[in-house]
């Protein structure tokens, strides 16, 4: 897992893998590392389908609280 430079709004270090809660997302998402940026699929509905990618930097710090990682925790996602 590599660390993205950022913390949330508890002060925790955001790594790849991360599970993470936005604020205003219904669902958790997973910080991925896509196409030299760190960020997340915004998934849209109950589906799961994947969303557009938005960069990590484009959220504040106080909109991101980290929850878990898909290795420990992958019941987050379900």
């Known amino acids: 897992m590599q660390y993205t ?3 949330d709004k508890n002060g ?3 790594y790849e893998g991360d599970i993470v809660k936005v604020e205003f997302h219904h669902q ?3 910080v991925v590392f896509e196409d030299g940026a760190f960020g997340l699929f915004h998934h849209t ?3 799961r389908e994947a969303g557009p990618f ?3 930097f484009e959220y504040a710090p106080v909109q991101i609280e980290v929850i878990g990682n898909k290795f420990e925790n992958p019941e987050l996602l379900e």
């Open 28 to 30: 958790p998402e997973v």
């Open 12 to 14: 925790n270090e955001i």
């Open 54 to 56: 938005v960069p990590l």
């Open 5 to 7: 430079g950022l913390k």
């Open 45 to 47: 509905g109950h589906l």
